[in-house]
């Protein structure tokens, strides 16, 4: 006999103890992967998120049917941010214009193949990224003086994750899995630091090099900018390659209800590097380029650790609940960004940035009406970045996460699948310092989608 009100319990309970405050969701990561997995609030734990649910747990292959299916998708991510300068009261805006080209698009691809107790798989999947778009115009492209640079501010970051994924499956109640991936990660960036912020930066002990001499001879700096983007879809100013991986185990509890855990490893990549310009900004002087080569040192994407229940309620009904930790803390305390000119001089800055460890809750459900497959859930997670160090070129502010899908299955063998996924407005201010200047307020929401068609065969 199922015992519905134990599980009603279970799945509500950590979202009813959860504090009051200031929430985000994934930082730098996708609030799930592939259609299912976001249009269910993330979840993916304990449950056959399609080829997708590689990325969240391996083990999952293994609850799959029998044969080979072939999933083709993107997502896409829509973000609208308003910056304030509190002081000025002057606005920058997000846009859609500039060489980042927003909404910005990550496809997705994957392949596994069940044949007996034996699962494998495979694909390319967007990780996580983030991207901004303010143009020229302004406060965010003027010096400290309030002129305007007619210089960029944007950014893009993209990572890519291509798991080589097995798992295996004991007895109708345990599977386990592992998967070592390829990582790929690309980032334009644009910014501009007004000389208030640089002169802050200096006071904090977080720029050196020989080009600061330089900047210190100029009659009267403004302010310097940064700027390495390829005007490209997917490839960027800087990159590099590396490795993750993780494990993961299902366990059956009953003919209704599964519960499932997963870890996965911090990355391994190697610094990101490419050409970059650095643009020195006087009042007298004008704007000096510089050019050169960049490192992103050491920029990594945090391990986690999770666990979630399925539960199905009758043949059509089901209810999952995710619980996951990521470690920010261990990888993202600094912007740590090594510039090196071609004459042969150097820059270096660390933008203080000190992510916080992160405790997110997903809930979901579906339910099958003949060939359609409805979806919805919610996401809520604890905030990644301190207000003081909020950094609006590269902000990580999305916060609670409302989401539905639908599934249509044409024929037996092949199926569409849509998501949506609203991370509802949040509202933050940086009380002003070097990674602001000003006292600064962010408002940010963001409407993403996913799309993808199943092939099973």
Same mark, same amino acid.
């Given at each position: 006999m199922r015992n519905h009100k134990l599980v009603a319990a279970l799945l509500g309970g950590p979202i009813l103890t959860l504090s009051p405050g200031t929430w985000a969701t994934e930082g730098l990561r996708l609030e799930g992967y592939g259609a299912i997995s976001r249009a269910m609030g993330g979840t993916a734990m304990a449950q056959d998120a399609g080829v997708a649910g590689i990325m969240s747990n391996p083990a999952t292959l293994s609850i799959a049917p029998q044969g080979s299916r072939f999933t083709v998708g993107a997502d896409v991510i829509t973000a609208r941010i308003v910056n304030e300068d509190l002081v000025t009261g002057e606005r920058s805006r997000t846009s859609d214009s500039g060489k980042n080209r927003g909404p910005y698009v990550a496809p997705q691809l994957g392949y596994s193949l069940t044949r007996g107790a034996w699962s494998l798989g495979t694909g390319a999947f967007a990780l996580g990224g983030l991207g901004t778009e303010y143009g020229r115009q302004g406060f965010l492209s003027e010096g400290s003086s309030g002129a305007a640079t007619g210089l960029d501010n944007s950014s893009r970051l993209l990572v890519v994750d291509?798991?080589? $994924? +097995? #798992?295996? %499956?004991?007895?109708? %109640?345990?599977?386990?899995?592992?998967? &070592?991936?390829?990582?790929? =990660?690309? !980032?334009?960036?644009?910014?501009?630091?007004?000389?208030?912020?640089? *002169? *802050? !930066? &200096? $006071?904090?002990?977080?720029?050196?090099? =020989?080009? !600061?001499?330089?900047?210190?001879?100029?009659?009267? +700096?403004? *302010?310097?900018?940064?700027? +390495?983007? %390829?005007?490209?879809?997917? #490839?960027s100013g800087a990159d590099a390659w590396g490795l993750g991986g993780r494990v993961g185990m299902t366990w059956a509890l009953t003919e209704d209800t599964r519960v499932g855990a997963a870890y996965n490893f911090a990355t391994r990549l190697n610094d990101l590097s490419g050409d970059a310009t650095l643009t020195a900004v006087d009042q007298v002087a004008g704007q000096i380029p510089i050019s050169g080569r960049v490192r992103i040192v050491d920029f990594q994407m945090p391990a986690s650790f999770g666990?979630?229940?399925?539960?199905?309620?009758?043949?059509?009904?089901? +209810?999952?609940?995710? &619980?996951?930790?990521? !470690?920010? %803390?261990?990888v993202v305390k600094d912007l740590d960004v090594r510039f090196s000119s071609n004459e042969g001089d150097d820059l270096n800055l660390e933008i203080p940035q000190n992510y916080k460890n992160q405790t997110i809750v997903g809930v979901g459900t579906a339910y099958r009406l003949g060939d359609w497959v409805l979806r919805g859930g919610y996401r809520h997670g604890t905030q990644v970045v301190p207000d003081r160090d909020l950094f609006v070129t590269l902000p990580v502010t999305p916060t609670r996460i409302l989401s539905a899908g639908v599934s249509y299955q044409p024929s037996p063998r092949s199926r569409v699948d849509f998501a949506y996924s609203h991370n509802l407005e949040i509202d933050r201010t940086n009380p002003g310092n070097s990674n602001t200047g000003n006292p600064v307020r962010t408002r940010e929401s963001q409407n993403n989608f996913v799309f993808s068609y199943t092939l099973s065969f």
């Open positions: 291509i798991p080589f $994924a +097995l #798992s295996y %499956r004991f007895n109708d %109640r345990l599977t386990v899995g592992a998967s &070592i991936d390829a990582v790929w =990660s690309g !980032l334009n960036l644009n910014m501009l630091l007004g000389a208030n912020q640089v *002169g *802050g !930066l &200096i $006071a904090d002990g977080r720029v050196e090099g =020989s080009l !600061l001499g330089t900047l210190s001879t100029l009659p009267a +700096l403004d *302010g310097a900018h940064l700027g +390495l983007t %390829r005007d490209h879809p997917v #490839s666990a979630g229940v399925t539960h199905k309620v009758d043949e059509n009904w089901s +209810l999952s609940l995710d &619980i996951s930790r990521v !470690l920010w %803390r261990d």
